[in-house]
């Protein structure tokens, strides 16, 4: 058993959103696509047996969303993809120069060997 990769549901969330036209772990050198997801995760052992094994692992999701014209829509619908797969989340408003940005920051604690989500 090992620990359930959750990236690839992340990017297939996101991509469920017709409005986010790029989906990506890296600032881009130069701004051309809007609006834009960016996203990077951490993990952080939360509960492991006596032989050492990762049973239950506290996810967290940062989503910075930019764009040039208001985000309130997608950040309303990137917040029900992440609920619908137990995660939950605050939200920080951080513009910058002529972008709109919003960061949303998730967190779940998932089971590894049942696939079950908790809210830590």
Known sequence: MGVINIKPIIVNLLKEIPEIKKVATEYPVIWTTFPSAIYRTTQTPYAIDANK????????????????TSLTSIVSKVSEKMQSIGFVGSTVDSNTASLIRVTREFKAIVDNETRQVYQP
């Open 53 to 68: 094994n990762e049973m239950q692992t506290l996810w967290t999701v940062t989503i910075d969303l930019y764009a040039d």
